[in-house]
């Protein structure tokens, strides 16, 4: 793993690490690294950039960290449910489950993208039907599910934009962008 100072052009070698997915926290001093299980079960864990030091963290897959550094949203190894965990490991629990299905199935795939304020998830679902996938908004506090397209493209971050006339009024609005 690879640090680049853009300022600067400097690159710091972190560590030898085989991580599928990354997300920063938010003060930029830790990373939550998910790394593939291969024989065994896939597991999340946390790097700490100055002491590079790893923290195993829970069994799962495609962690992503919260904007406001409380959260780290992943899915488990069912690829049914979306968990909530803190990063100190206390409070794990499901916020979203597809899973339990006789005919069909349903899992989740990609990293969960996370609302600017961290209320809300944009998650890619996947469906049996053809396998075919929907992106699905959840609200975490109502734990209400919103599906946004259906057998489009994957949603893969939230980014915030301002149009001309929201930027006049100093009001911004949310988008999610799919890549």
Do not use: C
């Not at 300022?7 to 070698?13: L, N, P, R, V």
């Not at 996947?126 to 734990?143: C, M, R």
């Not at 259906?150 to 929201?166: E, F, I, R």
């Amino acid at each position: 793993m690879l640090l680049l100072d853009v300022s600067t052009g400097q690159i710091t070698k972190l560590a030898k690490i085989l991580a599928v997915s990354v997300s920063w926290s938010s003060d930029g001093k830790r990373l939550v690294l998910g790394i593939p299980g291969g024989d065994v079960d896939p597991e999340i864990e946390i790097f700490d950039i100055d002491s590079r030091m790893m923290q195993e963290l829970v069994k799962g897959e495609y962690p992503s960290w919260s904007p406001s550094g409380d959260w780290i949203a992943y899915v488990d190894r069912s690829k049914e449910k979306v968990h909530l965990v803190h990063p100190d490991g206390t409070d794990d629990h499901v916020v979203k489950d597809v899973g339990g299905r006789v005919f069909g199935y349903r899992y989740f795939g990609l990293l969960p993208a996370w609302s600017p304020d961290s209320t809300k998830l944009l998650l890619n679902e996947y469906k049996g039907d053809g396998d075919a996938q929907d992106v699905v908004l959840l609200d975490i506090k109502k734990g209400e599910m919103t599906t946004k397209s259906h057998n489009g493209d994957p949603v893969l971050g939230w980014a915030q934009s301002t149009s001309k006339a929201s930027a006049d009024s100093n009001a911004t609005r949310s988008r999610s962008t799919g890549f």
